[in-house]
């Protein structure tokens, strides 16, 4: 039969499931409600300038967006779903409530960005500059807490959040 580690495990995979089903269903403004909201479902959008844009509601999903400009974006309530964000300027961007499950925010600015009610499990942040982010109430894995918290700095500008805290570092 199944170990007490394994047994919990499952549940807790489980329990991260359902957390992100609820989310969607509950709390999600719906990209199909939505007139002005973009799709770049599958698109290879890589070096262009969506700075400073309105793109709440938006799907990313599966978009391959390396060297992008997204600073100072609005894109909060999105969806971004084995999205490649590799290199790319997310400065001031503000992703708040989006689910990004296995999203690759490698070597990307994050400088004061806002994730705050995110769901980014499987997601990696490997070598990406999060001075000033705002990770409050984000659903994270443990290991890329782990990680962030070695070079968490700043407070956001915006929210006035520290990045540490946000992310629950210990001191």
């Not at 002005?36 to 799907?59: C, K, M, P, W």
Request: aromatic fraction near 10%; hydrophobic fraction near 45%.
């Amino acid at each position: 039969m199944f170990s007490s580690q394994l047994r919990q495990r499952l549940l807790s995979l489980l329990l991260i499931i359902v957390i992100a089903i609820a989310w969607v269903l509950l709390d999600a403004t719906p990209a199909i409600a939505q007139d002005s909201a973009v799709n770049y479902t599958y698109s290879e959008i890589r070096r262009q300038d969506f700075s400073h844009q309105n793109l709440v509601g938006g799907v990313f999903a599966a978009a391959d967006a390396r060297g992008s400009n997204f600073e100072g974006a609005d894109v909060s309530n999105s969806i971004l779903t084995k999205g490649i964000f590799v290199e790319t300027n997310l400065k001031d961007a503000n992703f708040t409530s989006s689910l990004m499950d296995r999203v690759s925010f490698e070597n990307s600015d994050l400088t004061n960005a806002i994730f705050q009610n995110a769901v980014a499990t499987s997601t990696n942040f490997a070598g990406a500059t999060i001075t000033g982010a705002d990770f409050s109430h984000a659903i994270l894995d443990r290991y890329q807490i782990f990680q962030m918290c070695k070079r968490a700095e700043g407070t956001n500008p915006t929210t006035g959040v520290e990045t540490r805290f946000s992310l629950g570092c210990r001191d």
